[in-house]
């Protein structure tokens, strides 16, 4: 079995080296550095609109926010969230999507591996928290890890009334 595993992995970095993969980011990074990499030049959309856009702002901008969010996207949907609705209202966003979706159970490793990887992804690209589609996986994906922890009460619960009959 981790025979297998490495002699695939290995193939599938000789098949990376041979199309050129590892030369296209290794010059990626020589012209640009790892952050920018990483999010894409996102970072420098942060440098470039951010400032205008807290330059204008009160104390309770950053309370309850105040930025159409068409105009002053920087693409990274934490960044984008705190603009749009300050404080007050990510948290409220945030609150309210543990209580209503992520309330599957602590040992639940999947289900918070899975919640990880939405706010790592939604941290780092664009567009997730608001797109329909990434709603709709999001949902069913937590809709089905919810149902696998009551079908597994459901299921004690049948063996107590059987046992006790």
């Given at each position: 079995?981790?025979?297998?595993?490495?002699?695939?992995?290995?193939?599938?970095?000789?098949g990376?080296?041979?199309?050129?993969?590892?030369?296209f980011?290794?010059?990626?990074?020589?012209?640009?550095d790892?952050?920018?990499?990483?999010?894409?030049?996102?970072?420098?959309?942060?440098l470039e609109?951010?400032?205008?856009?807290?330059?204008?702002?009160s104390?309770?901008?950053?309370?309850?926010?105040?930025?159409?969010?068409?105009?002053?996207?920087?693409e990274?949907?934490?960044?984008d969230?705190?603009?749009?609705g300050?404080?007050?209202?990510?948290?409220?966003?945030?609150?309210v999507?543990f209580?209503?979706?992520?309330?599957f159970?602590?040992?639940?490793?999947?289900?918070w591996?899975?919640?990880?990887?939405?706010?790592?992804?939604?941290?780092?690209?664009?567009?997730?928290?608001a797109?329909?589609?990434?709603a709709?996986y999001?949902?069913?994906?937590?809709?089905?890890l919810?149902?696998a922890?009551?079908?597994?009460?459901?299921?004690?619960?049948?063996k107590q009334?059987?046992?006790?009959?």
């Amino acid at each position: 079995m981790l025979g297998g595993v490495l002699l695939a992995g290995g193939l599938l970095m000789y098949g990376l080296y041979t199309m050129g993969v590892f030369d296209f980011y290794r010059t990626f990074l020589q012209e640009a550095d790892l952050l920018t990499m990483i999010t894409s030049f996102r970072n420098l959309l942060i440098l470039e609109r951010l400032p205008a856009v807290f330059e204008n702002w009160s104390w309770y901008n950053y309370l309850f926010g105040g930025v159409n969010p068409a105009t002053s996207f920087v693409e990274m949907d934490m960044i984008d969230m705190f603009t749009y609705g300050g404080i007050v209202g990510s948290g409220i966003y945030y609150w309210v999507l543990f209580k209503t979706l992520f309330k599957f159970k602590m040992n639940n490793y999947l289900g918070w591996f899975l919640v990880s990887q939405y706010f790592i992804i939604g941290g780092l690209a664009g567009h997730v928290f608001a797109s329909g589609i990434n709603a709709i996986y999001l949902a069913l994906t937590c809709y089905y890890l919810q149902g696998a922890a009551t079908r597994e009460q459901d299921s004690v619960i049948w063996k107590q009334v059987r046992g006790g009959i």
